[in-house]
């Protein structure tokens, strides 16, 4: 197809003889352009999962809290039952003390038999006040 015959002139001596044609719009205008961002929206809202780790959370915070309440009652039976028997392992410890002690003060006097002016069982720091032994110094099971 030739110019002259797109534009229904023919014979046409120069482009200069053309008629205007210019390129435009169909009528009623082209349809518009989608430009803007249109992200589907899936899965939960924002507000929907602040909601659910909102209510996790305070699931969570309130099993702990069941759970400190049962730890502290146990502990405290724990103390209760200790407090309790304390007095008859005090006694038990003070009968081992005393069988202990007279053996070391026998041990004392048969080693010291010999020594002028010594007598069984006194300090020899002079100090005034009665201390019990170190930890384990009438254990020989310990040493």
Wanted: without cysteine; proline residues 9%; aromatic residues 12%.
């Amino acid at each position: 197809m030739t110019e002259a015959f797109i534009r229904n002139k023919p014979g046409m001596a120069s482009v200069k003889d053309m008629p205007l044609l210019q390129d435009g719009p169909p009528p009623g205008g082209f349809a518009p352009v989608r430009y803007a961002r249109r992200i589907p929206s899936k899965g939960p809202s924002a507000v929907a999962i602040f909601l659910a780790a909102f209510g996790t959370f305070s699931w969570g915070m309130y099993e702990v809290g069941k759970g400190n309440k049962i730890r502290r009652a146990i502990k405290e039976e724990k103390y209760a039952a200790r407090r309790a028997i304390l007095p008859m392992l005090q006694a038990e410890e003070d009968e081992r003390f005393v069988k202990e002690w007279k053996k070391y003060l026998e041990e004392e006097a048969r080693i010291m038999k010999d020594v002028p002016g010594w007598k069984v069982g006194e300090s020899v720091y002079h100090s005034g006040k009665w201390m019990p032994p170190a930890t384990g110094e009438l254990r020989p099971e310990v040493w």
